[in-house]
């Protein structure tokens, strides 16, 4: 019986996953672990335009941040240009909205 | 079953939440002197600077009297415990500068570096140079500059800790904040949310969402923090505290359906049921970053993303080297169903003695060479006579922060219907109890009525 429910909610929660996934398949999401080269904060404080420089290809990217908290530890300088993070972004249409942005650490 | 010197606090955090930040009376005198570290403090506040050495957040260790196979005369903590989350402590973890890696880039790296001193002055440090050595501000200043707080080679070449003595930060000084608390205790376990795996946003937690934070349940005193009994926080500065104080008794429910379970099913069962994180990590091999740093490997889930195994726990420690958790059972009178995060992690085993072995991760995290790690450590701690074997250990956390909104938290059918979160059979019931406790004669009266009264 448990066995059957879990599997019930598997297949559910599998079917979710799958239209979530087709919803938003206009926007493409890329990783990539950088350095921060300049952070400006938009002058209401609700997102911030953050350049980075791919540790791997060298290139530049510009993601968007608008997370409470990231843009909280910009403010603190709790994370500062020259910081090397880890971001997850979403592209769509040039722009791309960071949706994971963290300070690269150890343990 | 307290240990003699421990006393027990019960937080009211209603009223704290409710005190408006006041102006700090010495900021006047600090704009016109300037700060010169804690001795600007003790000109208004005496004694704070040495009382302050005497704490876990100095010491990084005390004495501790519920966990199995320790010196009760010794002190432990991050200091020199040696479990699979982070597999070192702070004397194999000295912060140190890496070897360069492949790419020639070298970092910092070093348990201590969540130590509040200037690593000159370091975990467990006495006299006056420790005593000036204290960054007060970074749990007090309102201001503080993260970015001034980093490891650096000094003149000398030693590798000392940065603080933010700004008198712009030492001039807005108040409580401690979240965000000062988090400073370290975000991160702890290798990166945010990786140990503990709980949010402590506006929204994630109810309290927080009421404006309660850190020092509003835990009510520092003298600087003795307040802790619980988690399974892996053996540290304490002798005061304990539970949900269950001021705020809120033992029976906090209107509906007695509830309160009749509060004498053997913990308060955090019910109203946490989820955390995140790690889940479970291999320090015996490294991943290689995009920066051609490596980090042990991680599985890890995000804050709100991990049910709790539940477990009989009467508050004292299993500790082996293949298991530290909870022990308690149903039957020893004394014992509570708590929620706890599983995790598994591997690490290199001495096959001589059957110990877990520390890890310097300086090599590692330079090459991935777990085993130049333990080597290493080995060093460091004068060990000779050991064979590294790979092996696996299980540590429980407790689940004791990141409280859902009500409506999230477990009802009656989350436990007693047949899918239900508690394995009432592992949890000691006999066949018969089971049939009892999984019958929907237990609540389906009262479920119907409130499905009726939400249609």
Same mark, same amino acid.
């Given at each position: 019986?448990?066995?059957?429910?879990?599997?019930?909610?598997?297949?559910?929660?599998?079917?979710?996953?799958?239209?979530?996934?087709?919803?938003?398949?206009?926007?493409?999401?890329?990783?990539?672990?950088?350095?921060?080269?300049?952070?400006?904060?938009?002058?209401?404080?609700?997102?911030?335009?953050?350049?980075?420089?791919?540790?791997?290809?060298?290139?530049?990217?510009?993601?968007?941040?608008?997370?409470?908290?990231?843009?909280?530890?910009?403010?603190?300088?709790?994370?500062?240009?020259?910081?090397?993070?880890?971001?997850?972004?979403?592209?769509?249409?040039?722009?791309?909205?960071?949706?994971?942005?963290?300070?690269?650490?150890?343990? | 079953?307290?240990?003699?010197?421990?006393?027990?606090?019960?937080?009211?955090?209603?009223?704290?939440?409710?005190?408006?930040?006041?102006?700090?009376?010495?900021?006047?005198?600090?704009?016109?002197? %300037?700060?010169?570290?804690?001795?600007? *403090?003790?000109? +208004? !506040? &005496? @004694?704070?600077?040495?009382?302050?050495? =005497?704490?876990?957040?100095?010491?990084?260790?005390?004495?501790?009297?519920?966990?199995?196979?320790?010196?009760?005369?010794?002190?432990?903590?991050?200091?020199?415990?040696?479990?699979?989350?982070?597999?070192?402590?702070?004397?194999?973890?000295?912060?140190?500068?890496?070897?360069?890696?492949?790419? %020639?880039?070298?970092?910092?790296?070093? *348990?201590?570096? +969540? !130590? &509040? @001193?200037?690593?000159?002055?370091?975990? =467990?440090?006495?006299?006056?140079?420790?005593?000036?050595?204290?960054?007060?501000?970074?749990?007090?200043?309102?201001?503080?500059?993260?970015?001034?707080?980093?490891?650096?080679?000094?003149?000398?070449?030693?590798?000392?800790?940065?603080?933010?003595?700004?008198?712009?930060?030492?001039?807005?000084? %108040?409580?401690?904040?979240?965000?000062? *608390?988090?400073? +370290? !205790?975000?991160?702890?376990?290798?990166?945010?949310?990786?140990?503990?795996?709980?949010?402590?946003?506006?929204?994630?937690?109810?309290?927080?969402?009421?404006?309660?934070?850190?020092?509003?349940?835990?009510?520092?005193?003298?600087?003795?923090?307040?802790?619980?009994?988690?399974?892996?926080?053996?540290?304490?500065?002798?005061?304990?505290?539970?949900?269950?104080?001021?705020?809120?008794?033992?029976?906090?429910?209107?509906?007695?359906?509830?309160?009749?379970?509060?004498?053997?099913?913990?308060?955090?069962?019910?109203?946490?049921?989820?955390?995140?994180?790690?889940?479970?990590?291999?320090?015996?091999?490294?991943?290689?970053?995009?920066?051609?740093?490596?980090?042990?490997?991680?599985?890890?889930?995000?804050?709100?993303?991990?049910?709790?195994?539940?477990?009989?726990?009467?508050?004292?420690?299993?500790?082996?080297?293949?298991?530290?958790?909870?022990?308690?059972?149903?039957?020893?009178?004394?014992?509570?169903?708590?929620?706890?995060?599983?995790?598994?992690?591997?690490?290199?085993?001495?096959?001589?003695?059957?110990?877990?072995?520390?890890?310097?991760?300086?090599?590692?995290?330079?090459?991935?060479?777990?085993?130049?790690?333990?080597?290493?450590?080995?060093?460091?701690?004068?060990?000779?006579?050991?064979?590294?074997?790979?092996?696996?250990?299980?540590?429980?956390?407790?689940?004791?922060?990141?409280?859902?909104?009500?409506?999230?938290?477990?009802?009656?059918?989350?436990?007693?219907?047949?899918?239900?979160?508690?394995?009432?059979?592992?949890?000691?019931?006999?066949?018969?109890?089971?049939?009892?406790?999984?019958?929907?004669?237990?609540?389906?009266?009262?479920?119907?009525?409130?499905?009726?009264?939400?249609?």
């Amino acid at each position: 019986m448990k066995k059957i429910l879990s599997i019930v909610i598997v297949l559910a929660l599998t079917a979710f996953a799958s239209l979530a996934v087709v919803t938003n398949a206009s926007a493409e999401e890329f990783k990539m672990t950088g350095t921060i080269s300049k952070i400006e904060l938009a002058a209401d404080g609700k997102a911030a335009t953050v350049v980075l420089k791919d540790t791997k290809s060298e290139a530049s990217v510009t993601v968007i941040v608008s997370d409470e908290l990231t843009l909280d530890k910009f403010k603190d300088k709790r994370i500062v240009e020259g910081d090397e993070i880890r971001t997850k972004y979403d592209s769509e249409g040039g722009k791309n909205t960071s949706k994971m942005f963290k300070k690269t650490a150890g343990c | 079953m307290w240990g003699k010197n421990v006393v027990i606090v019960m937080g009211c955090i209603l009223l704290a939440a409710t005190v408006n930040a006041k102006e700090h009376p010495g900021k006047e005198q600090i704009l016109k002197n %300037g700060y010169h570290g804690p001795k600007t *403090c003790e000109e +208004c !506040h &005496p @004694g704070k600077a040495k009382e302050f050495l =005497g704490t876990v957040h100095w010491k990084h260790a005390s004495k501790v009297d519920h966990v199995d196979n320790l010196d009760p005369n010794e002190e432990h903590g991050m200091k020199n415990r040696i479990y699979t989350m982070c597999n070192g402590n702070d004397i194999v973890n000295n912060l140190k500068e890496v070897p360069p890696n492949a790419l %020639g880039k070298t970092k910092f790296t070093g *348990c201590n570096s +969540c !130590h &509040p @001193g200037d690593h000159a002055s370091d975990v =467990g440090s006495t006299g006056a140079a420790a005593e000036q050595a204290i960054d007060c501000l970074i749990c007090h200043s309102l201001k503080y500059d993260f970015s001034k707080r980093k490891a650096v080679k000094d003149s000398s070449g030693k590798v000392v800790m940065t603080q933010d003595r700004s008198t712009e930060a030492a001039a807005n000084i %108040g409580r401690p904040t979240i965000k000062n *608390c988090m400073a +370290c !205790h975000e991160a702890a376990g290798g990166g945010a949310m990786i140990k503990r795996g709980f949010s402590m946003a506006k929204g994630a937690e109810v309290h927080v969402t009421k404006g309660i934070i850190c020092v509003d349940c835990h009510q520092v005193k003298n600087h003795k923090f307040p802790t619980g009994r988690d399974p892996n926080n053996w540290a304490h500065d002798g005061i304990y505290m539970t949900c269950v104080g001021e705020c809120h008794t033992i029976k906090p429910h209107t509906d007695a359906d509830y309160n009749r379970h509060t004498d053997k099913i913990a308060c955090q069962s019910c109203h946490i049921p989820k955390t995140g994180g790690a889940f479970s990590k291999d320090f015996t091999k490294w991943e290689k970053q995009g920066n051609g740093f490596y980090e042990p490997s991680t599985l890890k889930r995000e804050v709100n993303e991990t049910a709790p195994v539940y477990a009989w726990y009467n508050l004292t420690v299993s500790n082996t080297p293949k298991f530290i958790g909870p022990k308690g059972s149903r039957t020893d009178g004394k014992s509570k169903i708590y929620p706890f995060k599983v995790f598994q992690g591997k690490a290199y085993y001495n096959k001589k003695d059957g110990k877990l072995m520390s890890m310097d991760f300086a090599p590692p995290i330079a090459n991935g060479d777990s085993l130049a790690g333990v080597a290493s450590a080995a060093k460091i701690l004068g060990i000779k006579d050991y064979e590294p074997v790979p092996g696996w250990q299980t540590i429980y956390f407790g689940s004791n922060h990141q409280v859902t909104p009500k409506n999230k938290a477990l009802s009656c059918a989350n436990c007693h219907a047949l899918n239900g979160v508690l394995n009432f059979k592992e949890l000691g019931y006999s066949v018969k109890e089971v049939e009892r406790l999984t019958n929907p004669e237990l609540y389906f009266e009262k479920l119907l009525k409130l499905q009726q009264e939400n249609e």
